[in-house]
């Protein structure tokens, strides 16, 4: 009973001192604190393809009250095949709107999740200047067959549209919420 209780008080000391770590001033006078941002279940129950390049998986995120800061963007993808992942501004309809960074990432086959593995693909934002409000995330198909995981949380934040000018379809709400993380501090 002794060395349980040792161990114990032992352990929450390390919690204690690493908790303490971890709340530490980061560079440039911040609070050191990052919310991680996601409008999913913990387990993925299906995946998203893309029939062609035109449609685009869109999530909302609002984000917290005042500016913050988009550290990354974790996606966990299913396929190999490249993706372009692109920020927006809210639109005055509550849609997405001007494009704010755009990157296209390669992903390798072994860059893929089998769902479990807590494998992610991230992507850097620093260059993206702090934001308020509104942050819209599309994920569509660059080259070959990529997937993204998706939770069969339906999150009311997340939809697919074509972005080909000559098709009419719009913003609509998908049941599957892509497996797609925010990351946003100070």
């Known amino acids: 009973m002794k060395r349980v209780l040792a161990a114990t008080t032992t352990l929450a000391a390390i919690s204690v001192a690493l908790g303490c770590a971890g709340r530490a001033a980061a560079p440039g006078g911040g609070s050191g604190v990052e919310l991680i941002m996601a ?29 913050h800061r988009l550290r990354r963007l974790r996606v966990l ?4 095949g490249t993706l372009t992942l692109t920020l927006y501004d809210n639109s005055p309809l509550d849609a997405p709107g001007q494009v704010v960074h755009s990157l296209t990432r390669e992903v390798a086959a072994t860059d893929t999740s089998d769902g479990k593995d807590g494998r992610w693909l991230v992507n850097d934002l620093s260059p993206v200047p702090a934001r308020a409000g ?3 995330v599309g994920l569509r198909k ?18 697919m549209r074509n972005t080909d000018p000559a098709n009419i ?4 709400p998908v049941k599957r919420s892509p ?5 946003v501090g100070p």
């Open 39 to 67: 409008h999913d279940a913990p387990a993925p129950e299906g995946a998203i393809t893309f029939p062609n390049s035109g449609y685009e998986s869109v999530v909302r995120f609002d984000l917290p009250p005042g500016e």
């Open 77 to 80: 993808a299913a396929a190999p």
């Open 134 to 136: 509104v942050v819209w």
């Open 142 to 159: 660059a080259g070959g067959d990529p997937k993204v995981w998706a939770s069969g949380f339906a999150s009311e934040k997340a939809y």
């Open 169 to 172: 379809m719009g913003l609509l």
């Open 179 to 183: 497996m797609v993380r925010l990351e």
